[in-house]
């Protein structure tokens, strides 16, 4: 009989190694919105990566358009929710669902009216039962938090750019050195 497959999860975010655990495992991961668009997930001992949402079985099959028109995904059904309890959007968003090639407003979303508007985080569930001061120290917290991990996907981001601006100057000069001219 032979073993269940074992996966490995790279959190981008926070430069670390999680695993190996089994495919449920990673599951419940991304259904506790803590698997984000950026994370690499690995089922073959570490040989080869590829982008958490490619994994169909995590369904993170969703893009969110932000407020300020940024599409943020592919992510969960989980992760919206946070997003919601959170602040970062409301029900007039639009979500893209990768899957169907559609796209309709959050609010007329079946999941939206059958889940609560909370997150499941203690730092978000609990806000009604902290005194003002805590709850502003909580808030404040949050948008530390929040704008850290934006830093750090802005640098991952940045990060695999430059990777593309080589390949693309080095495709160029072949180009070049093929044709005797530039490129479009």
């Known amino acids: 009989m032979s073993s269940p497959q074992q ?11 999680r695993g190996p655990v089994d495919l449920e495992q990673l599951k419940i991961w991304a259904a506790e919105a803590k698997i984000s ?27 969110i358009e932000m407020p300020d028109k940024f ?27 990768t899957v169907e090639g559609t796209s309709a407003r959050l609010a007329d979303q079946p999941f939206y009216q059958a889940s609560p508007h ?3 985080s203690a730092g978000t569930t609990h806000k009604g039962t902290l005194w003002p001061s805590e709850l502003e120290h909580a808030a404040d917290q949050l948008l530390v938090q929040r704008v850290q991990w934006l830093e750090k996907q802005v640098m991952e981001l940045q990060r ?25």
């Open 118 to 120: 909370f997150s499941r």
């Open 160 to 184: 695999e750019l430059g990777v593309a601006e080589q390949i693309n100057e080095s495709l160029r000069a072949q180009f070049r050195e093929t044709t005797g001219r530039e490129p479009l």
């Open 71 to 97: 599409l943020y995904g592919p992510t969960s059904v989980s992760t919206i929710q946070e997003f919601l309890a959170t602040g970062e959007i409301d029900e007039t968003v639009v979500i893209i669902n």
């Open 37 to 63: 668009p950026q994370d690499r997930i690995s089922g073959d001992g570490m040989t080869s990566w590829q982008r958490a949402p490619m994994l169909e079985d995590l369904q993170m099959d969703w893009l």
């Open 7 to 17: 996966w490995h999860l790279y959190k981008a975010a926070d430069d670390e190694l």
